[in-house]
């Protein structure tokens, strides 16, 4: 018993003396590679980062292309949109952002207000949000299909219009057409995937 003590002796010292140690032979570094040595130091290089002006947001390029834009005797892009079930009928014409769908304000026609989010999305990513007058009219599917639909449409409208800002809506995903729809019932099946409750006895 007497030679255990001496080394349980020894490895507490030495977990001790890793613990004074580990503190210093890790400082705290700071963004630039300098070491803080202090709390202060700390609290003053964060408040100065937080002083520093934020670069003002790049523009989002147009890009150059050939295509001529497709604009009707009204100064009008026209676009299809579809989702799921539902088809809209998208017209577009520079303007001060006012949206109507099947007559009505989009304010009162999608309540709620992801839906309202959606159909402004390529608007804020082509950087052209208040810029256009939305005149559309959408059919089938429910409220969510039919805000998709008409947010694809405005998509290919504003792509019509000013060609140039096909990268941006195309690297959003903005363009392409959402394949997902219900899934088919199948004979045997309850739904399309779901099956009649099982008996044993």
């Not at 010292?13 to 040595?37: I, L, M, V, W």
């Not at 009928?89 to 026609?109: A, C, L, Q, T």
């Not at 004979?187 to 009649?196: E, H, Q, V």
Request: aromatic content about 6%; charged content about 25%; overall charge positive.
């Amino acid at each position: 018993m007497a030679d255990e003590n001496p080394e349980k002796e020894e490895a507490e010292n030495a977990e001790a003396t890793k613990d004074e140690a580990a503190p210093s032979a890790r400082p705290a570094r700071g963004a630039g590679g300098q070491t803080f040595q202090g709390l202060a130091n700390l609290r003053q290089a964060m408040a100065t980062q937080a002083r520093a002006p934020a670069a003002p947001a790049a523009p989002i390029p147009v890009a150059v292309t050939d295509v001529q834009p497709k604009i009707d005797e009204r100064g009008r892009a026209y676009a299809t949109g579809k989702r799921k079930n539902a088809v809209a009928r998208v017209w577009i014409r520079p303007g001060n952002g006012k949206i109507e769908v099947n007559g009505r304000d989009s304010p009162i026609y999608f309540a709620r207000p992801v839906l309202r989010m959606l159909i402004s999305q390529p608007f804020v990513m082509a950087d052209r949000l208040g810029q256009f007058d939305v005149w559309c009219t959408v059919k089938g599917g429910g409220l969510s299909g039919q805000a998709g639909a008409v947010r694809h449409g405005i998509s290919k409208a504003l792509v019509f219009y000013e060609p140039g800002l096909r990268p941006v809506l195309k690297q959003g995903g903005f363009l392409t057409r959402d394949s997902r729809v219900v899934e088919r019932k199948k004979y045997g099946k309850a739904k399309a995937r779901r099956s009649f409750q099982f008996s044993k006895r």
